[in-house]
């Protein structure tokens, strides 16, 4: 069964379970005692990081890079050395990686959580991953008494920092429930899919949609120009009708139209997401003519868009004049 839970004043559910009525006063004064492990400290990383500071949880990290490192010091992350010294310190490892090899490499390769895990560690994935690798891993987990959540984020830096992003969650629900403290410092929403893998399958369909918006809208824009309405006043009506979407009411206004082209995602990673996505379609032996024109449009970017350049970039591809 799909369930939620919402970040609000009032108590907040997943299925019938008001967890408001779970918390007495000294259980949240307990939870300052909470320990987190954090692998990735890059912009979504040390967003999240802030949030959870801020939740009152203790947070450790660790990263490869020396500014990511900095940057999460400077801000209150007690940091660590190694992935076994992590495991030291927390039973809660979450985990903000470019790729589903990286992960992999993090939870079972050499020096990883599986040779240093404390007893019934819980690892929190909230990397954009591949359903089937995260499976996989799942089982590797369990096998030796921990568990895994895949909970891709949506929101940016900018909402991982404010705590409001979305989580679509994949696993158990008793791995949930033992999450939930994190889950509810670190988004406005959440949504249980269902089994290990759930999350991770939805992000790559949610990414997908928002690669899809941002060449339609775009290109409903640059149509719009063409017929000599101001690109301002034509979202307004838009987004005041049935054609918006996130991309329509949040990304043009915020990263397009003022040529800011600055939310933190790149077209490496959105490139990646789409490809993963095209894998989906494949693997379940579907064909989705409009899903495959989409693919093959941000794909064909790449010669022309760097990697590092803003994902909103790839409406540079339309014709929109910005």
Sequence with gaps: MLKTFFRTKRPVTIGSKPWAQQESNTQRRKMVKHRIGVIGLGSMGNGMCQSLLRGGFEVFGTDLGVPQRQAAEAIGVTLVDSIAQLCQQADVILLSLPTAQHVKQVIVGDDGILQSAQLSTLVIDTSTSEPDVTRGLAEQLASQGHALLDAPVSGGPSGAAAGTMVMVIGGK??????????????????VHLGPSGSGHAAKLINNLLCAAHLVTTAEAVALGQKAGLDPAKLLEGLNAGSGRSAVSEVNFPRWILNNGFDS??????MRKDVRLAEKLCRDLELELPLSEQVAKIWAASEPTIPDQDDFNCIVKTTGLET
């Design 173 to 190: 629900d008793a791995d949930l429930q033992r999450a939930k403290p994190f889950i509810e410092a670190l988004s406005a929403k959440a």
């Design 264 to 269: 933190g995602f790149t077209m490496q990673l």
